[in-house]
């Protein structure tokens, strides 16, 4: 199973293992990561599951459409790597995938 | 481990959510969900949506998987309904008659359906829509072509009209007051969805008194009091919830239109907190009490529960919010806006797809309905949350940047 690890915005890491076809807010809420709140369950409608995108990670990971985009516009310290993690769904290429927490979603 | 024992009464969003945060706070000792459904916490919000829809498996439903309750400890005791709550003894019995003790209790029991007697309203293919059962139920009598008929034009009931016209269904939604969504939106938002509907192949009557729901054995027709006789082969009805107060009730607890908490989440017996549809609890930013439903709320109020069980005292007072999904309308809300005495629209309401409504009461910003202006939504819940104010002319302007309008 892939893995995927978070980063919390003090530094602490973790990494958690999980099937194809999970997005990253999934990831973390289902291995009690905290950092990410996902009120909306996945529905792109909270932006309380923001995270930064490792760097190296960003092209394959890609960017977000137009909705997320918006969204992202108003998180807490948005940069160009904000991504909502419930927009992301691991694929075999995200095998290792690091993303960074923010200190806050709100 | 101590001795101690939470249980937590409902296993729904605040039940996990109170759970998991439990844990969080350093919580020791046992904790138990009993509930009633036989799922673990899983979403609500797509059951009229993308579950109905299809386009979602029930696996993906769950908020969070199994595994995480056995590795943090918490005992889900589910398919068992609490029958009795006994604060004296510190117990709760079951359906079955087994009894549980607790040190700390919490109530999160959610609401339920308000139910219609009315002639026919037990013939097969009748339903109310709430839990996951409901829907599995309902998935059975839908299909292209099939006709439903949906009593109440909420959230709920708009929802569930989208969905099934993805299924390919005839759709009719009947509304008992003049327009769809009166309680909760402006006359503008209503006039929005109904267009939207219409354009989408619904049909919404209004002002619609039902008479009785005709079949033998199972549901064929909804006969309306001006004689109109509607082919139904599916019924859905979408008339609003109650809260589950009864178990707080029996005990003896304050109760007033939900179960009455402080700002701590405290019921009126010092062992017992509440949180979610169920209570009836004090919002600071709008300075009035509120029964509310939605996630949001379920979710926010069940940490702050979870907090003092923990003996950390922290006031609830996030900003109520909630969204709706129909077609490709994405409608996101802010705030709240009861006692609204004018509305600012920013884009066009009578045509297109995408367009927001500013409610205000004198100077202040109360809520946004926002339907597929994410901008929009994020900077009036920003706004709302830091106590920015608005200016209505820059609002209207779709030329002025959103956040030119908020100083
Ligand atoms: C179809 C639908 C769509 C929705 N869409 C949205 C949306 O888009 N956005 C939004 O914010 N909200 C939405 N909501 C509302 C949201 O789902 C509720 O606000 C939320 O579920 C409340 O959570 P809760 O835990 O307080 O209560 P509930 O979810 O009502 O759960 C209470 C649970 O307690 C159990 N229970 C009750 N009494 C007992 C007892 N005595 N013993 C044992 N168990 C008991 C019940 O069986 C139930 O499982 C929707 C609701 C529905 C039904
Ligand atoms: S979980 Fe709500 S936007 Fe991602």
Redesign the pocket.
């Known amino acids: 199973m892939p893995s995927v690890t978070f980063i919390s915005h003090d530094g602490r890491e973790q990494e958690v293992h999980v099937p194809v076809g999970t997005t990253v807010m999934h990831a973390a809420i289902d291995n009690g990561v905290s950092g990410i709140l996902a009120d909306?369950g996945g529905?792109c409608s909270c932006a309380t599951c923001h995270c930064f995108v490792d760097e190296t990670w960003t092209a394959r990971v890609g960017g977000a459409d137009e909705v997320e985009a918006q969204m992202l516009d108003f998180v807490i310290d948005p940069q160009p790597n904000s991504r909502l993690s419930c927009q992301i769904t691991i694929t075999d290429e995200l095998d290792g995938l690091v993303v960074r927490l923010p200190a806050s979603q709100f | 481990m101590n001795s101690e024992h939470a249980v937590i009464?409902?296993?729904?969003?605040?039940?996990?959510q109170l759970g998991a945060s439990l844990r969080q706070g350093g919580w020791e000792g046992r904790i138990s969900i009993?509930?009633?459904?036989a799922i673990a916490?899983y979403?609500?919000?797509?059951?009229?949506?993308a579950y109905l829809a299809g386009e979602k498996h029930s696996d993906e439903l769950l908020i969070r998987p199994a595994t995480f309750y056995e590795k943090s400890g918490i005992d889900l005791v589910l398919g068992?309904?609490?029958?009795g709550l006994d604060c004296r003894a510190k117990t709760v019995t079951l359906h079955d008659g087994a009894i549980i003790p607790y040190s700390k209790l919490a109530l999160?029991?959610?609401?339920?359906v308000r139910t219609l007697s009315l002639p026919g309203h037990d013939l097969d293919g009748v339903f109310y829509?709430?839990?996951l059962a409901d829907?599995d139920s309902i998935r059975g009598f839908v299909g292209p072509g099939k006709s439903a008929v949906i009593i109440g034009g909420g959230?709920?009931g708009l929802?569930?009209a989208a969905s099934m016209r993805k299924l390919g269904m005839e759709v009719t939604v009947l509304e008992a007051l003049p327009r769809v969504l009166q309680r909760v939106t402006a006359p503008e938002v209503s006039a929005f969805y109904s267009r939207v509907h219409g354009e989408e192949g619904v049909r919404i009557i209004t002002d619609a008194a039902v008479d009785s729901l005709e079949g033998s054995g199972s549901i064929e027709s909804v006969k309306l009091a001006d004689g109109t006789s509607l082919k139904a082969d599916i019924v859905v009805i979408?008339v609003g919830?109650m809260p589950?107060t009864?178990?707080a009730e029996a005990a003896g607890l304050a109760v007033d239109n939900g179960i009455v908490v402080d700002e701590f989440a405290r019921t009126s017996d010092p062992d017992i907190v509440a949180?979610?549809?169920?209570t009836n609890h004090y919002n600071p930013i709008y300075d009035r009490r509120l029964r509310?439903?939605?996630?949001?709320?379920?979710t926010d109020q069940?940490k702050t529960a979870a907090s003092t069980l923990c003996g950390k005292l922290e006031a609830y007072h996030a900003l109520p919010?909630?969204?709706?999904?129909q077609y490709d309308l994405k409608l996101q809300i802010a705030g709240l806006s009861q006692g609204f005495d004018r509305v600012v629209l920013r884009g066009r309401s009578d045509s297109g797809r995408s367009f927001a409504a500013f409610y205000f009461s004198g100077d202040r910003l109360l809520a946004v309905d926002a339907i597929n202006k994410p901008k929009e939504f994020m900077m009036v819940r920003r706004a709302l949350t830091t106590g920015m104010t608005a200016d209505p002319g820059k609002l209207a302007d779709e030329a002025v940047d959103i956040q030119q309008a908020f100083a």
Do not use: M
Request: glycine share 10%; hydrophobic share 40%.
């Open positions: 909306c529905a | 009464v409902g296993a729904s969003h605040a039940a996990g009993v509930g009633e459904e916490p979403q609500r919000p797509p059951l009229s949506k068992s309904r609490v029958t999160t029991t959610g609401a339920r829509l709430r839990d829907v959230y709920i929802e569930t979408g919830v589950a009864e178990l949180a979610g549809d169920c509310l439903e939605s996630v949001q709320n379920a069940a919010w909630f969204w709706s999904d």
